[in-house]
Protein backbone atom coordinates (compact mmCIF):
# COMPACT_ATOMS: atom_id res chain seq x y z
CA UNK A 1 0.00 0.00 0.00
CA UNK A 2 1.34 3.28 -1.39
CA UNK A 3 -0.27 6.82 -1.23
CA UNK A 4 0.78 10.11 -3.04
CA UNK A 5 0.08 12.79 0.02
CA UNK A 6 1.15 17.08 -0.40
CA UNK A 7 3.39 17.58 2.67
CA UNK A 8 5.06 21.51 2.38
CA UNK A 9 3.64 22.04 -1.06
CA UNK A 10 5.53 19.27 -2.30
CA UNK A 11 4.17 16.17 -3.40
CA UNK A 12 5.67 12.51 -1.97
CA UNK A 13 4.91 9.08 -2.39
CA UNK A 14 4.93 7.49 0.81
CA UNK A 15 4.93 3.97 2.09
CA UNK A 16 4.53 2.81 6.13
CA UNK A 17 7.70 2.47 7.63
CA UNK A 18 9.79 4.91 4.98
CA UNK A 19 11.89 8.25 5.63
CA UNK A 20 11.36 11.50 3.82
CA UNK A 21 12.46 14.35 3.97
CA UNK A 22 10.87 17.47 3.85
CA UNK A 23 11.09 21.16 3.74
CA UNK A 24 11.60 22.70 7.49
CA UNK A 25 7.71 21.73 9.33
CA UNK A 26 7.03 23.74 12.82
CA UNK A 27 6.33 20.69 15.03
CA UNK A 28 8.72 19.35 17.67
CA UNK A 29 11.19 16.15 17.40
CA UNK A 30 9.17 13.17 18.10
CA UNK A 31 5.55 14.81 17.61
CA UNK A 32 3.23 13.13 15.46
CA UNK A 33 1.40 14.87 12.28
CA UNK A 34 -1.40 13.69 10.04
CA UNK A 35 -1.60 14.91 6.55
CA UNK A 36 -5.29 14.62 5.28
CA UNK A 37 -4.03 15.57 1.67
CA UNK A 38 -3.81 12.19 0.38
CA UNK A 39 -4.26 12.81 -3.68
CA UNK A 40 -3.84 8.84 -4.49
CA UNK A 41 -4.08 6.12 -2.62
CA UNK A 42 -2.85 2.09 -4.36
CA UNK A 43 -4.61 -0.60 -1.71
CA UNK A 44 -2.79 -4.00 -3.50
CA UNK A 45 -3.62 -2.49 -7.20
CA UNK A 46 -6.35 -0.90 -6.59
CA UNK A 47 -6.21 2.41 -6.88
CA UNK A 48 -8.10 5.58 -5.35
CA UNK A 49 -7.91 8.71 -7.21
CA UNK A 50 -8.71 12.19 -5.53
CA UNK A 51 -10.27 15.16 -6.89
CA UNK A 52 -8.39 17.05 -5.93
CA UNK A 53 -7.75 15.12 -2.43
CA UNK A 54 -9.40 11.55 -1.09
CA UNK A 55 -11.95 12.30 1.62
CA UNK A 56 -11.35 10.46 5.02
CA UNK A 57 -7.81 9.40 4.25
CA UNK A 58 -5.40 10.11 6.13
CA UNK A 59 -1.22 9.68 6.63
CA UNK A 60 0.35 9.68 9.95
CA UNK A 61 3.71 10.41 10.24
CA UNK A 62 6.44 11.08 13.46
CA UNK A 63 9.07 13.66 12.68
CA UNK A 64 12.29 12.00 13.55
CA UNK A 65 14.99 15.10 13.85
CA UNK A 66 15.51 18.46 12.03
CA UNK A 67 18.72 18.82 9.99
CA UNK A 68 20.47 21.41 6.91
CA UNK A 69 21.21 19.85 3.49
CA UNK A 70 24.47 20.01 1.79
CA UNK A 71 25.81 23.32 0.67
CA UNK A 72 25.47 24.72 -2.46
CA UNK A 73 27.63 27.73 -4.09
CA UNK A 74 26.19 30.37 -6.31
CA UNK A 75 28.79 32.07 -8.07
CA UNK A 76 28.33 34.45 -10.74
CA UNK A 77 30.60 36.13 -12.79
CA UNK A 78 31.01 38.32 -15.87
CA UNK A 79 34.14 38.18 -17.47
CA UNK A 80 35.88 41.51 -18.27
CA UNK A 81 33.68 43.47 -15.73
CA UNK A 82 35.40 42.63 -12.45
CA UNK A 83 31.71 41.35 -11.09
CA UNK A 84 32.07 38.40 -9.08
CA UNK A 85 29.41 37.45 -6.24
CA UNK A 86 29.64 34.35 -4.36
CA UNK A 87 27.02 33.17 -1.82
CA UNK A 88 26.08 29.76 0.02
CA UNK A 89 22.74 28.34 1.04
CA UNK A 90 22.02 25.29 3.29
CA UNK A 91 18.29 24.11 2.79
CA UNK A 92 16.27 23.16 6.16
CA UNK A 93 14.83 19.54 6.15
CA UNK A 94 12.46 17.93 8.56
CA UNK A 95 12.98 13.74 8.59
CA UNK A 96 9.75 12.47 9.01
CA UNK A 97 8.82 8.80 9.15
CA UNK A 98 5.99 7.30 8.02
CA UNK A 99 3.81 5.45 10.40
CA UNK A 100 0.37 4.41 8.68
CA UNK A 101 -2.04 5.20 6.10
CA UNK A 102 -5.84 5.55 7.26
CA UNK A 103 -8.52 5.09 4.89
CA UNK A 104 -12.22 5.40 6.23
CA UNK A 105 -14.31 3.16 4.19
CA UNK A 106 -17.10 4.69 2.35
CA UNK A 107 -20.46 2.85 2.96
CA UNK A 108 -21.85 1.11 0.29
CA UNK A 109 -24.58 2.58 -1.64
CA UNK A 110 -27.72 0.69 -1.84
CA UNK A 111 -29.04 -0.44 -5.51
CA UNK A 112 -31.75 1.51 -7.31
CA UNK A 113 -34.45 -0.69 -8.58
Do not use: C, W
Not at 100 to 112: L, R, S, T, Y
Amino acid sequence: MYAIVEIAGQQFKVQKDQKVYVHRLEAEEGSKIEFDQVLLLDDNGTINLGAPAIEGAKVTATVVNHLKGDKVIVFKKKRRKGYRKKNGHRQSFTELSITGIKVKKQPAKAKEA
